[in-house]
């Protein structure tokens, strides 16, 4: 049971590039988040999702895409990078909104 | 804004004292739970206490919430070097529609041996 799995572990962008940050679990969870995490600083919300085919905006929305058009995957979109970004990404999913999440194990994002 | 904030920032104990850690929220939840976070690792689920609860057990972990106050606190008994971690609160709240955690900025605590 591998739980929830990010990848990659690591990447470099160049500013205006594009990637898709992959998040899959095998729990059958339908409740998965995406959040952000800068140094010295708690979780922030991107993105979530409460069931295949429907997503929401969390906090900090701008710049990055959803979808999840199974139970097991919500990739995150970065459309086109800027040194904002530059942060560790965490995916997490729960059998409910309100249960115990399971992290992934992060990507760690640089954008130059 | 983060709906959680946690006090200390940072905590640095010696091995077998205890450690409290308190988070303050600003609206109204389902329930509240803690996090661990080991350094540049992803987070694992502690413990989940519900608005209709006061107080909650696991282990060496106790869990208080006073929701009139909009506050909890995560007291780690006989503390161990292994507990060095970040310690953060997600609330699930009732009211704003969101169904999905909000995270507090964390209380870093260190156990020295």
């Known amino acids: 049971n591998a739980g929830v799995t990010q990848t990659p572990k690591f990447q470099v962008l160049k500013t205006g590039q594009s990637m898709t940050l992959q998040c899959a679990q095998d729990?059958?969870?339908?409740?998965m988040s995406w959040y952000r995490q800068d140094p010295g600083m708690g979780l922030r919300l991107i993105h979530y999702s409460v069931g295949a085919g429907i997503t929401d905006q969390g906090e900090v929305p701008n710049g990055y895409n959803v979808s999840r058009s199974t139970t097991e995957d919500f990739p995150l979109r970065l459309l086109s990078a800027a040194p904002s970004q530059t942060s560790v990404y965490f995916c997490a999913s729960s059998y409910s909104a309100g249960g115990g999440y399971t992290f992934g194990s992060g990507t760690r994002l640089t954008v130059v | 804004s983060q709906q959680g904030e946690e006090d200390p920032q940072a905590l640095s104990i010696q091995e077998g004292e205890n450690a409290t850690m308190n988070c303050s929220y600003k609206?109204?939840?389902?329930?509240l739970q803690w996090y661990r976070q080991n350094s540049g690792r992803g987070l694992v689920h502690l413990i989940l206490?519900?608005?209709?609860?006061r107080e909650k057990h696991s282990g060496r972990l106790r869990v208080t919430l006073d929701t009139s106050k909009k506050s909890s606190s995560l007291l780690i008994t006989a503390s161990r070097a292994a507990d060095t971690a970040s310690y953060f609160c997600a609330t699930d709240a009732a009211d704003t529609g969101r169904r999905a955690l909000t995270f507090g900025s964390g209380t870093r605590l260190q156990v020295q041996p």
């Open positions: 206490i519900r608005s209709n609860e």
């Open positions: 609206t109204s939840i389902n329930n």
């Open positions: 729990m059958n969870h339908e409740y």
